[in-house]
């Protein structure tokens, strides 16, 4: 299986993956598919700066990307003690409350992270700077499309730009912008996501715009990048998957929820980000269904809100409360593999299958 992303991209495969980690997009791109890095994660540009160079050692001069995340409106921003300020009292107490209710025990010690702010326009903006010095392929941005200067700067480079999209109109407006790579991104998907499921979405996309686009939302197996292919997506791009792989290196109540979750157990909810974005459903994003709960607060103050009491669930060791954005897909993920072997297998199949249906004909 080839396709001309892999000639565009200098890949072997027409698989795009999206990870948190840098041991999952070094091992992505070192098999064979364009491993792309998600920035969001990084406060400090020079924590990222240090990735970015291991990534070039270890990405052994095969290609890389990276994923920043611009908002189209833009988020408040100002110093964290300024926006915490704006959190109403009543938030707090709800998510006080919740833990409790919860069984979360507090930390240890205090926890001096902040939460993410790697969505305002102006983390992201060091991101691109850091990136712009590393021989990256390829930066993507979600939740719109990168504001105009930054798709000048990265072409000035040489790098190809891409966006994420969960409407025809969107993607429309991103090319229209100087987009060269769509990733038409499905309902099913893990993280921010629209509400048209990937079998409507992906041809609209394609017809709707003349440049590449990706296929993205619920893709797991090779039977599905066939039939994204069928969709008329030049390749695939696929984040839940990597996260049961041996390089994710997740904590042992986030890798046996995984395991166990079923493609029932996600909902898509704004209490991670203040944005809508596909979680894993447990007794966490249920409490925030109750009729007590408050409204989600807009970017960047929801995650602020519960950045601690994400640390002190993720802490807990308890699966059942870990706050973790998946897709749909995480019902076929039942085992912790190696990217390689995943990876092998994904285009095995995908082979596999492109040959069955041959001989329909
Ligand atoms: C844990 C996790 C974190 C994500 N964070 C981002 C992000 O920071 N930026 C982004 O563009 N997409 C992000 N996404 C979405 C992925 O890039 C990708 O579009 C999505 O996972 C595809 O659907 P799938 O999860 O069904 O494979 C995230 C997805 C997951 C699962």
Redesign the pocket.
Known sequence: MRTDLCDLLGIEHPIVG???SEHVVAAISRAGGLG?L????FNDPDELEAVLTWLDEETGGKPYGV???MPGREPAEGPVADLNQLIPSGHRDFVEQALLRLGVPPLGSASDRPGVL?WLHSVARSHVEVALRHPVRLI????GPPPPDVIEQAHAHGLLVAA?AGRADHARSHVAGGVDIV?A??Y??????GEIAGMVLIPEIVDAVDVPVLA?????SGRQIAAALALGARGV?????W?GTSEYRSAPALRDALLQATSSDTVRSRIYSGKPA?LLRNRWTEAWSTEDAPAALPMPLQNLLVSGAHDRLMASGDPTVVP??????VGRMNEVRPVAEVLTDLVTEADETLARLHKLL
């Open positions: 999206f990870s948190p792309v998600g920035c969001v994660r994923d920043v995340v790697g993507a941005n979600a939740l994420l990733v991104q499905g099913e998907a893990g993280g921010h996501t993205a939302g619920g893709i797991g791009w696929m984040g839940s998957v996260l596909r973790m954005p998946v897709g749909q897909i």
